[in-house]
């Protein structure tokens, strides 16, 4: 007797996308960072796998801004300058807003409750930055998933890989802000209301008012 599958098998990634999925975790992570150069044959290397996809997973950061492709040198690590971090920011308190108030009437006491456990685990991690921000993303990204907008939420991803790496560094040198639980609870208070329109502008209270203090270090280091 042959078992069903209780789910189809996921397709391998191709060359192309395990290359793309190496550097954007690299990138995130902060293993490269603003200026590095990328060396396609040393990368390729590095993987196990020949220079072409590694090519074409770098043309695919570059049309998300993460890296500027040069003639003949590869690629090298993009940075945001101030003008494009408040950008991306009031991108993403649109986009997450947006998400946010089309997912407020769908959630459920269940999926509350996971909210809550995903702020547990970012304060368990308060010391240890890079986990924090990436606890941080996971509790966001699946805040806007609740939207059930595929389209809406592969925009606000892009948008956190870009921020990601600059989100490490700065909390690498600089305390988390300790009002950091409490704002995201306000959100969960606001979404329990059953007001979207609330919830909305409360999430973008809490995403705009990060953008002060992380545009200060860009500009100072401190």
Known sequence: MHLVPTYAARLPMTAEEEAYSFLLDAICKGQYRTGDRLIAEDI???IGMSRMPVREAFRRLAAEGLVTLRPNRGAVVSGLNIDEMHEVFEMRSALEGLALR???PKITERQLSKLERLLD????CR?????????????????CSLSER???MRQISALYSV???HMRLWLQHAEKPLS????????LDAIRTGDGVKAERVLR???????????RFLETGV
């Open 44 to 46: 390729a290397t590095e």
């Open 102 to 104: 089309v997912a407020v």
């Open 121 to 124: 685990e970012m304060d368990e």
């Open 127 to 143: 010391d240890e930055s890079a986990e924090w921000v990436s606890r941080h993303r996971v509790f966001h990204e699946y805040l």
């Open 150 to 152: 595929p389209r809406l």
């Open 163 to 165: 921020i990601e790496p």
């Open 180 to 187: 950091a639980r409490e704002e995201h609870s306000e959100i």
């Open 205 to 215: 209270d809490h995403i705009e008012g990060t953008v002060p203090e992380l545009v």
